[in-house]
């Protein structure tokens, strides 16, 4: 193992109305964080995740309005064309407290949003399309050594 | 950034019938966690959950009974009134395993709640009332530099 | 408290195909993770996931299969039987976006899965069958001090 370690850690509440993948992207990118993890909680005015299918090489798009717990908001940073990438998905429950989610898409919008942003040290870990997963752009598998 | 770092991290089992979050909100009193963050699972007997309703500036409670998994519970810890505040939402799976989630109210039985607190250093933040978000408080915006 | 601390931090892609609980397994013991967190997302071709019935002191089973979102994976790393031992609960979206959940048994097969494994320093947790919870190995409650 050559584990990556923990370099520091960003705490925040987002802007209410901004976008929510936009703005844990700005975070991740300003805040210079090439490696990370992502946890959150809130609620969103409207939302949009994606649920992707293999075999049209294409997220089917949900989208939600009304009052939106966000009961959990988790992902990963990593680089992809070089710069800080956010891969964030969510768990939402509507006013029944039924649950919701999927990959977060351009679309949720903040009502509040505290999120914590965790920055690793360690080797770089790149997005690259893959020739199995059309569609994807993934990491590459960990070699057997 | 003036990030946090981590300071600490306790890893309990949380004692059943206790109320999930009066037993959380005593340990990070009793630890001292005044910035920080949760995660665990586990399982409930009955689960309190809301769904907050911005037009009311209350929560809509919804109540669970019966055996409910604790997929996720995750939230964070800052400091309201000056003392170390949790502030948790949760994923349950009802026995068919469908999901409902929320805000954790008090009344949240626990049956198993396995989880971790990580503690950090770093600039305190503080919950207040904000003008905009009747009913909530809430951690300040990040101030443009 | 003698609060635990991060020793290393191994972020991964699991292979397409693997079973997710014998992967996650799998890292956990390679890579000596005697006491850890765990937090993931990507994507299943199938599911089985266990709600817990205490009563009957087993797992009521439920199967999925299809396009399944992993919204959130998380769960701990602690001992049983001497070995690193993975704990971990998981909420999936099926293709309208509806979430499941529960404790994952093995028979999640993976699509896409991107995990997060911490490893702390700190006194070891190591799970025992407990007189009042049948069918379950659990931490030792924490001493009042």
Known sequence: MSPASTKGIVIRRLPPDSDLLDELQAVAQKEGIALGHISGIGALKTARVGIFLPDQARYEV??????????????????????????AHIVLADREARAWGGHVLPGCRVFVAEVILSSFKGEKKERLPQPDFPGLALWSLEEEP
Chains 1, 2, 3 share one sequence.
């Open 62 to 87: 949900k989208e939600f309005a009304g009052e939106l717990e966000i009961c959990h908001l988790s992902g990963n940073i990593s680089l992809k064309d070089g710069i800080p990438f956010v891969h």
